[in-house]
């Protein structure tokens, strides 16, 4: 009988990382198209071309398989803020740096306003529920002390500025702009998405940011 080769058990492990990662991203796009309450487990099946036994073996239930998708969500837009190398700019090019970043990844990126509308709809529980989402979201805070400390440090930066509510006037002057664009656009009788609106948007949202921090 011939010995099953050392590498098996490593390709075992390739191959689940793979069907985990396919079913993630159709449970995203079933999710951010349907919410958690219209999302069928048939359907993500389908449009990750696995059997669906598979995606209860991985992740037991529908709720469990969101809160994962939500995880999955938060992980990738940290990372790539870490690419931004904010803490190697000066403090205001940095705070620059991430609203414009902040800005964009949403436009770029719809499925992540819709997946946090769905999850807001269900009181965040899978998110208050998961430990990895607060290691995730954590290093965030951390970093924009860093430059709010770096830019006090250096005198350009006025005193009393909390990272979490700084982060969330970041978040909140694009989230709410483009979750309602559709509402906006109709009650003032302007396209808000046209690429001169976004282009005006954006320098606001650096005006109302850098406004508030900077000293004088």
Known sequence: MNKPSPAAPEERLRDADRSQ???LKAARDEFSEHGLGGARMDRIAERAGLN???????????ERLFQAVLEQTYHHIREEEH???????KPETALRRLVEFTWHYYLEHPEFLTLLNSANLHKARHLAQSE???????????????IIERGQADGSFRGGIDPVQLY???????YFYLSNNHTLSAIFGR????PKALNERLSHMCDVILGYVLRG
């Open 52 to 62: 669906k036994r598979l995606i209860y073996y991985y992740f037991e239930d529908k």
């Open 132 to 146: 990895r989402a607060r290691e995730l979201n954590s290093p965030l805070v951390l970093m924009l002390q860093d």
């Open 168 to 174: 969330v006037s970041i978040a909140g002057l694009a």
């Open 21 to 23: 990662a396919t079913i």
């Open 191 to 194: 396209d808000l998405m046209a």
């Open 83 to 89: 690419k931004l190398n904010l803490l190697h700019l």
